[in-house]
């Protein structure tokens, strides 16, 4: 007795997938700026500075000052001066008065006649110290505003370009199942 034989092929489906690839352009324009700087501003004052020169002094020692201030040493001088004299004078009559003197006292007194007062000095102190230099520095202020600067941004969405690409599925080979029965054996 013979068995049959069945013989079972089997041919699996294929898909066939063809796809072009989309085309996509992204373009991005660039931002609009406006900007508006305000400068700083810097104010700068000074005053002016200031120099005194005092030579009272200077001219008081050379006799050549101020004549209020002369006539007030010369008056306050003056009896103390006029005590002098009137000592001198005395001295000079009991010059002449004295018998005994050796020489010619007359003739003496008389050469004494151009004679300066030293003592009679109205000048002040002569020193090299004598002009007093004061000075007064300038002042200075500096005031200063701060700059600043605006900015106004715009900004632009991009552009978007997409092309959708191709795409074809198809059966490139059917599903087959084919069974075949041998009886014949």
């Known amino acids: 007795m013979t068995i049959p034989q069945i013989q079972i092929r089997q041919q699996y489906g294929q898909i066939g997938i063809h796809a072009e690839r989309g085309q996509q352009e992204i373009e991005q324009p660039r931002p609009e700026i406006s900007m508006v700087q305000h400068r700083a501003q810097m104010n700068i004052s000074r005053s002016e500075g200031y120099l005194e020169i005092n ?35 005395v001295e000079e009559g009991k010059q002449l008065a004295n018998l005994l003197y050796k020489g010619n006292a007359i003739a003496d007194i008389a050469k004494g006649w151009r004679q300066r007062f030293p003592e009679f000095d109205f000048r002040g102190p002569a020193s090299g110290l004598n002009v007093d230099l004061y000075y007064t520095p300038s002042e200075l ?27 074809d599925i198809y059966m490139k080979q059917w599903p087959n199942i084919e069974i075949t029965v041998d009886m014949s054996v």
């Open 55 to 89: 030579q009272e002094r200077a001219w008081d020692a050379l006799a050549l000052g101020n004549n209020l201030e002369t006539m007030k040493k010369i008056y306050s001088m003056a009896p103390e001066i006029a005590m002098r004299g009137i000592a001198r004078r």
């Open 141 to 167: 202020s500096i005031d200063t505003e701060v700059g600043s600067i605006e900015y106004d941004v715009r900004t632009n969405a991009p552009i978007l370009q997409y092309e959708t690409g191709k795409l």
